[in-house]
């Protein structure tokens, strides 16, 4: 029965990380809720993602990486405290760090940060790793309306405008609230933006 959901899994994010590559957007679980999700390099698929959020808000969107290694390759002017705090954090934490590079342009807003979080969420991290770049993570609704927690709530409109839906047996156990959020300037300011 393991070995069945195991390979039931790896199935899952081999289309996952297939639809990713192709340029597409994917609605999918992660340890805090569900997220519309693309491959973050490519701005072609960014740009999906804004019109489908009805929103060119910048900020809205963070991208997930497997481990704290891969974010070194897409910030280079964080403080090296940040990475401190990402390996001693218990709960869900984004970090909005300094220097984004190697990432779509469309992504960095102006002040040339990135939001950052490593999830603690089996399907995530086996679909990071298998595309070997950073994901795109922004909730799952149209700018303005309620963060839907489980996939039961995400609209039609959202599920419809994606390529591919994972199957809602990989949600595993996520928290259901959105992640803390910390921002680190280059000189190792801290200022705490979400609880």
């Given at each position: 029965?393991?070995?069945?959901?195991?390979?039931?899994?790896?199935?899952?994010?081999?289309?996952?990380?297939?639809?990713?590559?192709?340029?597409?957007?994917?609605?999918?679980?992660?340890?805090?809720?569900w997220?519309?999700?693309?491959?973050?390099?490519?701005?072609?698929?960014?740009?999906?993602?804004?019109?489908?959020?009805?929103?060119?808000?910048?900020?809205?969107?963070?991208?997930?990486?497997?481990?704290?290694?891969?974010?070194?390759?897409?910030?280079?002017?964080?403080?090296?405290?940040?990475?401190?705090?990402?390996?001693?954090?218990?709960?869900?934490?984004t970090?909005?760090?300094?220097?984004?590079?190697?990432?779509?342009?469309?992504?960095?807003?102006?002040?040339?940060?990135?939001?950052?979080?490593?999830?603690?969420?089996?399907?995530?991290?086996?679909?990071?790793?298998?595309?070997?770049?950073?994901?795109?993570?922004?909730?799952?609704?149209?700018?303005?309306?309620?963060?839907?927690?489980?996939?039961?709530?995400?609209?039609?409109?959202?599920?419809?405008?994606?390529?591919?839906?994972?199957?809602p047996?990989?949600?595993?156990k996520?928290?259901?609230?959105?992640?803390?959020?910390?921002?680190?300037?280059?000189?190792?300011?801290?200022?705490?933006?979400?609880?």
């Amino acid at each position: 029965m393991q070995k069945e959901k195991e390979n039931d899994m790896q199935h899952e994010v081999d289309e996952a990380v297939r639809i990713l590559r192709a340029g597409g957007v994917i609605l999918y679980p992660t340890d805090t809720v569900w997220g519309i999700g693309c491959d973050a390099t490519n701005a072609e698929a960014v740009d999906r993602i804004y019109r489908l959020k009805r929103s060119e808000n910048k900020k809205s969107m963070l991208v997930l990486c497997a481990s704290p290694d891969m974010t070194v390759r897409y910030v280079n002017k964080a403080p090296g405290i940040a990475f401190e705090v990402m390996e001693m954090a218990t709960n869900p934490l984004t970090l909005i760090l300094p220097g984004a590079v190697g990432v779509a342009a469309n992504l960095i807003p102006d002040e040339g940060t990135l939001g950052i979080r490593v999830p603690d969420h089996e399907f995530c991290r086996r679909m990071l790793r298998a595309l070997g770049c950073p994901i795109v993570s922004t909730s799952a609704n149209i700018s303005g309306e309620a963060t839907p927690v489980g996939l039961q709530e995400v609209s039609k409109e959202i599920i419809d405008g994606v390529d591919f839906v994972v199957n809602p047996r990989f949600e595993g156990k996520p928290t259901r609230k959105a992640s803390s959020i910390i921002a680190f300037g280059e000189g190792g300011e801290v200022k705490i933006i979400r609880e």
